[in-house]
């Protein structure tokens, strides 16, 4: 009985890390991309937070995508009468295109 117990703790442990490790990983790709932009220029969430605050829009997405050999902050934005506009900063300089 208590080696049936010691198994089942040790395959409910490998299950857990199993389920975890590929989380972590991507965690990891995602900080590390963020602080490759913030020693660069303008982080991601400065950019959303100066977008939102322009607009006076709600963002609805924002991601950090390579252009023309840049990055750039692409975020999406309900404006207040409705209409939904993408802004691009450039992540560099911060500015908007």
Do not use: F, Y
Request: charged share 35%.
């Amino acid at each position: 009985m208590r080696r049936v117990n010691i198994m089942t703790c040790l395959l409910a442990g490998l299950l857990l890390w199993a389920a975890v490790a590929p989380v972590e990983a991507r965690r990891d790709e995602r900080s590390a991309r963020r602080e490759a932009v913030q020693r660069d220029g303008i982080s991601l969430d400065e950019a959303v937070a100066r977008v939102r605050r322009d607009t006076g829009g709600r963002v609805l997405s924002a991601e950090t995508r390579g252009d023309r050999g840049r990055a750039t902050h692409r975020i999406k934005v309900l404006l207040r009468d409705g209409s939904v506009r993408v802004i691009n900063v450039d992540a560099q300089s911060g500015a908007t295109r």
